[in-house]
Each structure stands twice: as structure tokens, then as C-alpha cells.
């Protein structure tokens, strides 16, 4: 299998704080982590792309202070969304590629998490 | 640049009846294909790709697609629709020659009648 994980599913948040989304390859190995975006009816907006043990690559146009991405080990991947606002609200989606064992081009999704800030 | 285009917004298919939702793509080197589906409110799920090969792809729910190099496109087709199929779907490119990123099409959004 290919399972990723999403934690929490749900938050709600009041304006000037913290949130951290955990991301986690549950039965694999994975070598790169991609943090996505969603607004209400449209595309996935890629954030940044996240390697274990190096600093993450972020997209053009996408605030490396504001969104800050931690690949601590080969399944486990977190995005900081730091004082947070409310046009940070939407849906935050991370997917993972595996280090090995077959279908390594294949990026895995988790489930998503939706952030609501008050 | 690679891109991905989806130019329907919507299908609509009566269930039973055969579907076929398009894809199109632009890469500089060989493309890696694929195809997601994303239910309300939840993650993306992969459907089917094409790497190298046979240009029938199978893929899970009974979709399959077909990568035709000289028309660019890589539409997701199902014999018979069902009810349940309708959701968001999206075709997604990578171009082979660089780097991991894969870019997505806008999406396209298919309704089943029953």
C-alpha cells in the first residue's frame, strides 16, 4: 500500500496564531514531500517541495516565513502556518513520493486538512 | 514549462452510458501522466499513469486512459458509468526530464446521472 496521513483533519483558529499540520507516509519510505493548497473549486496551488533532512524549495509567490516546512525523517513531514490570517483559510493537502520499492513516480495523497482562522 | 489543460468544467454522463473526460499536456521531454479523483472534502486519490509502454493504461474503478503522443492528450475514459463515480478529477503532468514537480489541470468535475 501507499497510505498518507493528514493530522488533524480540521481546525479552526483565531487570527495571530500558530497552526501546524502533520503529514506522515504510514507504510512507506518517503523521499520527497509536496505541500499543496486548495481554494473552493480550483486546482491544487503547489506550495513547496520538502526532503528529508534539507531545506524545503518553495514555489514563487509563496512566503518561506509564513509557511514554514519541517521534513524531520523519511515519513513524517509538518507545515507551520505562522500567524495565521483569515485569507490563509482553505484546504492544505500533502502528498508523498516513496524512496523505494516500486511506483516511485507515483505521488500518494493524504486526506487534507481544513484550516479555518477566524 | 510543462503544463495541463482540462477544458471542460463539467461532464455530465447518464449512468450506464460510457464516459470520457479530456486531458491535454505540454512538456519538453517525455511526459509522466496521470490521473487523480478527490471526493468532497477529502484527499486525492490515484486512479491510473502512464510512464512508459502500452498506451491503454488501466487503472483502479474500471477507468482507463489512453496516451496519444501526436494528439498531446491523455483522456480518462469508463465503459459504464456508475452513480458513484461522480466526483473532481484531475490529470496532473510531469515532465521526465526534470524535476519531481507534477502541475495539475484546473479539474474537471463529473456528474453521473441516475
Known amino acids: 500500500g501507499a497510505v498518507v496521513s493528514q493530522h488533524p483533519s480540521r481546525v479552526i483558529c483565531k487570527s495571530g496564531t500558530s497552526v501546524k499540520i502533520e503529514c506522515r507516509s504510514l507504510d512507506f519510505q518517503a523521499t520527497t514531500m509536496f505541500w499543496y493548497r486548495q481554494f473552493p473549486k480550483k486546482s491544487l496551488m503547489l506550495m513547496a517541495t520538502?526532503?528529508?533532512?534539507?531545506?524545503?524549495?518553495?514555489e514563487q509567490g509563496v512566503e518561506k516565513d509564513k509557511f514554514l516546512i519541517n521534513h524531520a525523517s523519511l515519513t513524517l513531514s509538518t507545515l507551520t502556518v505562522t500567524s495565521a490570517h483569515p485569507e490563509d483559510s482553505s484546504f492544505y493537502i500533502c502528498s508523498a513520493r516513496k524512496l523505494a520499492g516500486g511506483e516511485t513516480d507515483t505521488q500518494y495523497f493524504g486526506p487534507g486538512t481544513r484550516l479555518t482562522v477566524l | 514549462a510543462q503544463s495541463v489543460a482540462q477544458p471542460e468544467d463539467q461532464v455530465n454522463v447518464a449512468e450506464g452510458n460510457p464516459l470520457t473526460v479530456k486531458c491535454t499536456y505540454s512538456v519538453s521531454g517525455n511526459p509522466y501522466l496521470f490521473w487523480y479523483v478527490q471526493y468532497p472534502n477529502r484527499g486525492l486519490q490515484f486512479l491510473l499513469k502512464?510512464?512508459?509502454?502500452?498506451?491503454l493504461v488501466k487503472g483502479s474503478y474500471g477507468f482507463e486512459a489512453e496516451f496519444n503522443k501526436s494528439q498531446t492528450s491523455f483522456h480518462l475514459k469508463k465503459p459504464s458509468a456508475l452513480v458513484s463515480d461522480s466526483a473532481l478529477y484531475f490529470c496532473a503532468v510531469r515532465d521526465s526530464g526534470r524535476d519531481d514537480k507534477i502541475i495539475f489541470g484546473k479539474g474537471t468535475r463529473l456528474h453521473i446521472l441516475p
Open positions: 502512464y510512464i512508459t509502454g502500452d498506451n
Open positions: 520538502s526532503n528529508e533532512g534539507s531545506k524545503a524549495t518553495y
